[in-house]
């Protein structure tokens, strides 16, 4: 399939590791000249060395996205560097969680500011370019947290629900000039976050967190959990020119865990 991304340039936030850093790599493959977005200079570098040896030369660009005004100078890079903006991957996101009967507003505030507050500024901020195009791919990472609360999740939860709904609000407001905006939700994923997120517990339960990960993947109908590359190959093809025909919806990747139908 002929995805026709050659030439296109994407912004990844949270490009330097894990889900962000593997949508970077997988768009670099296929032509797209991406810009990173993180706060650690030298794991920005890395990734960038990556990307430059897989496709035309990226760039990274240092900031912490939980204010307008560093969206606003990741954003202004890349059209600086490039020229425009054909692609936006909103994947950043670090949300810490505690059991509800202990959990503090400021870290539902806290996930909101960094992950839903970003995605949506991000977005308004690169619309304009895509539009001047009349082509344009938003893509959102939330995560099945959004739509399966537990009493251990409701911070990230809180966050990529909210996403859920922006992504259907700004999908209706820029169908017409030819940008789709869609949204991913994977579940657990083989990255450095899905180790914070279930070290606590493995803690709580005197285990070897990689045994624990491995244990909830035998839970799954996958048998195993996401590999973030394989979050990548989704996106890429939702970035893509192949994906013509859809606008505001979700997938869930969560190795089938998800009961609800579809
Ligand atoms: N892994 C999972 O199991 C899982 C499941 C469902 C959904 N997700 C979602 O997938 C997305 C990516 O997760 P991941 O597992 O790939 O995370 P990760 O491996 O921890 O990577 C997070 C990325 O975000 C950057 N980042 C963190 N805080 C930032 C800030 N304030 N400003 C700018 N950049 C920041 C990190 O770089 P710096 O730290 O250097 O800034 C890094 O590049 C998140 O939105 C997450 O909620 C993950």
Redesign the pocket.
Known sequence: MDLGLNGKRAII?????????QCALALAREGVHVCI????QE??NQALTEINQTGPKGHAVA????TQANCERVVQAAIDRFGGVDILVN?????RNADILELSPELIEDALA??TY?YLRMSQLVIPSMKENRWGRIIN?????GTSPTRGNIP?GA??ITILNITRALSDAVAADGILVNTV??????????R??QGARAEREGRDVEELLQALGQELPAGR?AE?EEVANVVTFLASEACSYMFGTALYMDGGKRRATP
Do not use: E, F, H, M
């Not at 977005?37 to 650690?40: D, P, V």
């Not at 900031?63 to 939980?66: G, I, P, R």
């Not at 990472?141 to 947290?145: D, E, F, N, P």
């Open positions: 936030t949270g490009g330097s590791r894990g889900i962000g850093k977005a993180a706060r650690t794991t920005l900031a912490d996205l939980t994947n950043v996101g670090a949300a960094l992950k970003s990472i939330a995560g099945s947290a990230t966050a990529n939700c994977p579940g657990l994923t083989n990255t450095g976050r899905a914070t997120q959990i973030p």
